[in-house]
Nanobody
Framework: QVQLVESGGGLVPAGGSLRLSCAAS????????MGWFRQAPGKEREFVAA????????DYADSVKGRFTISRDNAKNTVYLRMNSLKPEDTAVYYC????????????????WGQGTQVTVSS
């Protein structure tokens, strides 16, 4: 059974930082892309960042470029999202996704999803 478990969310003031982690179990994802999406109350789920299996290529939503960094450790089957200079508009539930065959910003390209971790940025 494949499981993705996110951690690292919490409450931070604007300008603060957090690092989210997503640990995968049940299979390895060393040959597929992994990503992060987020969903704010009353809004649709949106793409945040993605990374290829080797970590050599990444993609970011325009709203987080220059502030967020995605990385992965295939030995640990874990993907990370480092979030700096957080803004109140970054408040959302953040979801880890895995299993995409290419670097993708499209949620339907991902086969596996975590349960999400709440990130709240206070103004």
């Amino acid at each position: 059974q494949v499981q993705l478990v996110e951690s690292g969310g919490g409450l931070v003031p604007a300008g603060g930082s957090l690092r989210l982690s997503c640990a995968a179990s049940g299979r390895t994802f060393s040959s597929s892309s992994m990503g992060w999406f987020r969903q704010a109350p009353g809004k649709e789920r949106e793409f945040v960042a993605a990374v290829t299996w080797g970590g050599g290529s990444t993609d970011y939503a325009d709203s987080v470029k220059g502030r967020f960094t995605i990385s992965r450790d295939n030995a640990k089957n874990t993907v990370y999202l480092r979030m700096n200079s957080l803004k109140p508009e970054d408040t959302a539930v953040y979801y880890c996704a895995a299993g995409a065959l290419r670097l993708s910003a499209l949620h339907y390209d991902y086969s596996y999803w975590g349960q999400g971790t709440q990130v709240t940025v206070s103004s």
